[in-house]
């Protein structure tokens, strides 16, 4: 698969996958944040690091606009009247419970890309296994996402930059 810019739309860099494998369909571009959920729960195969970090950047946006509309709906409602009170409690109630379907929508094909960005370096996903310690196993698969993948074909499959 090959990546490449192709251009900015108000100070956003667009990244675009184009190729012919599993994860595009025919000639079809495909925004690269996006990939992963067209990959839902493929844990097997290899992914970029930009595959990678497109879709955290995605999600925290998902995440930011979720606690923006919470803050807001809190902060709003100290001088309103009755109506405009309303208005902002229903807002709270949606943001609040928000959060909970969007964490479970984007669980699975976030732990799939992060296995298969450590496929990307050789290792396997049994280092998901350093989450159980709180404050020693976010760290280290940190710093695994950000290490380059091996060059060309490792025991995962393809290299995603070939």
Not at 2 to 29: F, Q
Not at 44 to 64: D, L
Not at 96 to 113: D, E, H
Not at 115 to 129: C, K, N, P, S
């Amino acid at each position: 698969m090959i990546h490449r810019y192709v251009g900015r739309i108000e100070g956003y860099v667009l990244i675009v996958a184009r190729g012919e494998d599993s994860t595009c369909v025919g000639n079809k571009i495909v925004f690269l944040p996006f990939l992963p959920l067209k990959r839902y729960a493929e844990f097997h195969g290899r992914s970029s690091r930009a595959e990678y970090w497109s879709f955290v950047a995605f999600i925290s946006i998902g995440y930011a606009a979720i606690v923006a509309m919470l803050a807001a709906s809190v902060s709003g409602s100290l001088n309103e009247t009755y109506s405009e009170q309303t208005i902002s409690a229903l807002t709270y109630f949606l943001s609040r419970f928000a959060i909970i379907p969007y964490t479970l929508a984007i669980f699975v094909p976030y732990f799939a890309v992060l296995v298969r960005r450590l496929h990307d370096q050789g290792r396997t996903g049994w280092w998901l296994i350093t989450l159980l310690f709180p404050y020693l196993g976010v760290p280290i698969l940190w710093v695994l996402t950000c290490i380059e993948g091996t060059v060309g074909p490792n025991r995962f499959g393809p290299d995603p930059k070939a």
